[in-house]
């Protein structure tokens, strides 16, 4: 059985990492398994940042945003050369596997190790719900309150003075935390990659709102680097009855204490990653599908083909 594992958070950090980490240090060590934590990502891994996890080193941080062990990014870690070393650094600690923590680059990493002998499970951890086998991801859930209770709020002052607010969201490659946000605010538009953008239609739906149903306020949703959001504000304001304001959340959507859904998901994924290494498995990444927990090849859940929002966007059209 194997003896020794190592953990790591890498890519963009999302809330619920902590949570994550922990779980997999005490299931590890209450089955008798000797834990590392590996800082920086697969940064530290090369350059031998590692060190032994206890249970009181990972006591209160459950309700943590962030990750204790840091996340970097090392676009040199596909050369082999790099993973060599990594390698090297961890057979000099009698590190056998890794549970790796991140988005679908650090799958890529993941299992790059698994082929060189190094046993990896990967944990979704990213705030855009990005990973296509799971139906959630750690840390979106937490994101997607962030975008809500912001979103409520600048309703509040919108209606005071006949505003259009334009709030940009994280997600450029997956719009879930725009559908799901304008679906729970009650948001007017929303707009994302999957949508598209056209701005001559989105001003008239904006002028139907404000002169048709009499709306004193609206709130567009748009998905990050899809259009310059502050230039778009001026346009409204230029050509609806509404005085358009944008807002960027940017990277406040990534902090916060993980909600109550985000930690018992770390959890459970934490959980399995631990008994799937313990069974000398590697190469697979944990999912939520229909509240189970279960694995899924790294590589045939990087070809996995993105499931379709239509229906929620259906819902949405029907909500408005």
């Known amino acids: 059985m194997v003896k020794r594992i190592g953990v790591l958070t890498s890519g963009g950090d999302a809330p619920g990492m902590n949570a994550a980490i922990r779980a997999v240090t005490r299931v590890a060590l209450n089955s008798g398994i000797e834990v590392f934590g590996i800082y920086n990502g697969y940064k530290g891994m090369v350059e031998g940042d590692i060190e032994p996890l206890t249970k009181a080193s990972v006591g209160e941080i459950i309700d943590r945003g962030g990750t204790i062990l840091g996340s970097a990014r090392l676009p040199e870690f596909k050369d082999l050369e790099v993973r060599t070393k990594a390698v090297a650094q961890l057979q000099k600690r009698g590190i056998e596997a890794i ?164 930690r018992v998901l770390a959890s459970r994924m934490g959980e399995k990653a631990v008994d799937l290494l313990m069974q000398g498995i590697g190469g697979q990444c944990i999912s939520i599908r229909n509240n189970e927990i279960i694995s899924v090849p790294i590589e045939e859940a990087l070809n996995m083909p993105r499931d379709s929002r239509k229906k929620l966007h259906n819902l949405f059209d029907r909500l408005v």
């Open 99 to 262: 549970v790796v923590i991140g988005g679908d680059g650090s799958y890529r990493g993941a299992l790059a190790l698994t082929e060189m002998g190094i046993n990896c499970i990967g944990l979704p951890g990213t705030i855009d719900n990005d990973i296509t086998c799971t139906d959630f991801t750690i840390g979106f859930d937490t994101a997607l309150n962030t975008i809500v209770e912001a979103v409520d709020k600048l309703r509040d002052t919108s209606s005071s003075h006949h505003r259009c607010s334009i709030v940009e969201v994280m997600g450029n490659r997956c719009g879930d935390l725009a559908i799901y946000s304008g679906i729970a605010c009650g948001a007017e538009i929303i707009v994302t990659s999957q949508t598209g953008f056209e701005e001559s239609e989105v001003l008239e739906r904006l002028r139907d709102l404000d002169l048709i149903k009499k709306k004193r306020q609206a709130i567009v949703i748009i998905s990050e680097k899809i259009t310059d959001v502050h230039q778009f504000a001026k346009k409204v304001s230029l050509h609806t009855g509404f005085s358009g304001r944008a807002t960027v959340l940017g990277h406040v959507q990534r902090g916060g204490s993980p909600t109550p859904n985000d």
